[in-house]
């Protein structure tokens, strides 16, 4: 029988807030009890959760008392964690990339695809009239969010540094972005260095003046994020690479599909009407959670190369670790990793079963959620979904005999919910292998610039070349020890980029 992963562990307080497809479970971290579970509904209540899709996100505010969600129908959801009760549901704009609370738990942050950042209250207030259109936004918003900021890329990852006067905010194409909160439309400095996209960022506690980032390049930065300086790399790949069993599925360019190329040769492709894009969009909807599924014809290359793309970075808490060390984990791979602040040696934890997401709890244990049916038949007995590590010395050691707490035997056991081959594969746990890299293929490589003269690329492509490298020179020119006010130079220029981008659309 096929179950759901959990995709998402969340503590607060004495409680597991854990997420599996469209489902939330509540537990007590303690004990293990089961204490509520979306999966017990019924009648219109059930049939919403099963429309709305696997949740993608989620988080918990600092009190307990919140937790919010969204997944593919761009259905922005605040529940009371106790009861499981919908507060209020409001439509995102775009999908979102990442959502995350405020320290007073008042707001709800969101970035999304499209490159913009909103909040918006707790509760809403009833709305007596339309709201117009942010100035700089580069989509309506349908439920009344505040514009912060906009990237002229994919969001990736954000955060508040610890004092929320600034949020710093990566995307794909390789910027991250330090910005005043919540007035984000000045920019205090760039954190300028890597060379693919950054998935990843993460503010240690133990020292909150350094950013560590990572994303597609082989190395983990960690920057003085005020001044946007490169203090010291950590060398990944070499222990990462080893470990990354899941490929990328094959997704073909967008504008091929749109009929944007001569390459395509479909002519049913190129058509303009409600079906032909309908075509377009079902031949790339979805990608197998499990290469293995499609025979291994959905690797991104004939070569199937391996794609690094981090996932996560945490960093153990003060009075945890004395030694200070960094967790991290990466896309379709099957071991958890660890390094030590200060050293550049990289630790591996192999699971043998891609890991889908980590959490830290307080006492310091590592709470590993994997696939665990990626790779076996779905008969071959109660899958194991959640592992639990800790650190000993410099390597990762799992927990076992009597450490091991309650609750790891219900999240492997009456918390596995059934589900049906279609609504695994639709999960796409795998997708980011895909979504992040720019395209593989050198020739419709946009951002290539032998590649330019292919007629695949767009005007509007070229365009928006020539603004990015227009605004990363103006950043790099500024004398070294300005920022703030003195970047506003370099944040006219991304305004303008914004409104060109806006006006083109």
Known sequence: MSVFPHTQLLFSASLAVVTSGPHIQILDSRTGDLITTTADRQGADKEALLKSGPIRLAAVDRSGKHLVTSGDDKQLKLWEIDGLKLLNERELPKKPTSLAFTRDGQTILSSDKFGDIFSYELHPAPQTAEQKKASLASHDNPSGGKLILGHTSFLTAFLLSFDEKFIITADRDEHIRVSWYPQGYTIENYCLGHEKFVSAVHIPEFSPAELVSGGGDPMLKIWDWMTGKVKREIPILHAVEPFIKVKPARRTPRRFEDGGGEENGDDDAKKKGRKGKAR?????????????????????????????????????????????????????????????????????????????????????????????????????????????????????????????????????????????????????????????????????????????????????????????KAVAAKVQSRPAGEGGRGARGAQYEESQVRARRCWCR
Not at 281 to 309: H, I, R, T, W
Not at 385 to 405: A, Y
Not at 423 to 442: G, M, T, Y
């Open 280 to 468: 377009a969009k079902s031949a790339s909807a979805s990608l197998p959670a499990d290469p293995s599924e499609e025979g291994g014809e959905a690797e991104a290359s004939e070569s199937g190369d391996a794609v690094l793309a981090l996932r996560h970075i945490e960093s153990l808490k003060p009075g945890v670790d004395e030694s200070r060390h960094l967790i991290f984990s990466a896309v379709g791979a099957t071991a958890l990793f660890s390094c030590a602040y200060s050293d550049d040696a990289v630790h591996a934890f192999d699971f043998e079963k891609p890991v889908i997401d980590f959490t830290v709890s307080s006492d310091g244990l590592i709470w590993v959620c994997l696939d665990g049916q990626w790779g076996v038949d779905s008969a071959d007995g109660t899958p194991v979904m959640v592992r639990v590590v800790r650190l000993s010395g410099d390597k990762l050691v799992e927990v076992s005999g009597n450490d091991v707490p309650p609750l790891l035997s219900s999240l492997n056991s009456k918390c596995l919910l059934p589900t049906t081959p279609a609504e695994l594969k639709a999960l796409d746990l795998f997708l980011p292998l895909s979504a992040l890299p720019k395209n593989n293929d050198v020739e419709h490589d946009p951002m290539d610039r032998e590649g330019f003269d292919n007629p695949g690329v767009s005007k509007k492509e070229l365009g928006r070349l020539k603004s990015k």
